[in-house]
Each structure stands twice: as structure tokens, then as C-alpha cells.
């Protein structure tokens, strides 16, 4: 089992900065990939981000240019750097990993989630 737990959320003015963080604990023997999914009044769960841990980033369209996420192995942490934010960003969000347990089998997991308002 992985517990996420999130945090860095909160109110910020339009344009302005944020980060986030998500740390994985619990029992497993690798996470393969972190992320952010976010998911806004009325809207479906999108796509902000994912990184796998040999590094390699994807992200949705909405954070192409403006959101970088990073990841430290070490301490099976991501990060979720927030920048030019707009109202449209306001959301819950996410975070995601796929881990293999001890078993060598992979599990989805997801954090409760982190409320990101930016104000206009």
C-alpha cells in the first residue's frame, strides 16, 4: 500500500507562483510514475502532469509552458512548480503514482487531494 499525501495548496492571485509537493510512504518496492490530475467544479479529472523515475515528463495542454514537475527518488517525492497562474487554474488537485508492491504487481494510487484557487 502507498499513502500520498499533498501540499503546497492555497490562494494566489492571477499570475502568481505556487508549488506543490507529493510524498509517497508506505510499503512497495518502486513507484514507476508520479503526477497531478486536477479536477475543477462541474469538469472532469484532467491531465497536469506526469514524470516517470528515470525523469521523463508529460504534460496536459493547459500546462505546457507554465508548470514543470520534478521528482526526487530518493525521497519518493514529486513536485509540481506552478507559475503564471490563471483563474482557470483553480482546482482540486491530484496527486497520482503507479507503484509495484512487494510482489512485483502495479497499483494506481491517488492522494485526497489539495485545493488551488488563484483569484482574478
Known amino acids: 500500500q502507498v499513502k500520498l499525501v499533498e501540499s503546497g495548496g492555497g490562494l494566489v492571485q492571477a499570475g502568481g507562483s505556487l508549488r506543490l509537493s507529493c510524498a509517497a510512504s508506505?510499503?512497495?518496492?518502486?513507484?514507476?510514475?508520479m503526477g497531478w490530475y486536477r479536477q475543477a467544479p462541474g469538469r472532469q479529472r484532467e491531465l497536469v502532469a506526469t514524470?516517470?523515475?528515470?525523469?521523463?515528463?508529460n504534460y496536459g495542454d493547459s500546462a505546457k509552458g507554465r508548470f514543470t514537475i520534478s521528482r526526487d527518488n530518493a525521497k519518493d517525492t514529486a513536485y509540481l512548480q506552478m507559475s503564471s497562474l490563471k483563474p482557470e487554474d483553480t482546482a482540486v488537485y491530484y496527486c497520482?503514482?503507479?507503484?509495484?508492491?512487494?510482489?512485483?504487481?502495479?497499483?494506481?494510487?491517488w492522494g485526497q487531494g489539495t485545493q488551488v484557487t488563484v483569484s482574478s
Open positions: 497520482y503514482c503507479n507503484a509495484r508492491d512487494v510482489s512485483s504487481w502495479y497499483h494506481d494510487y
Open positions: 508506505g510499503t512497495f518496492r518502486s513507484i514507476n510514475v
Open positions: 514524470i516517470t523515475s528515470s525523469g521523463n515528463s
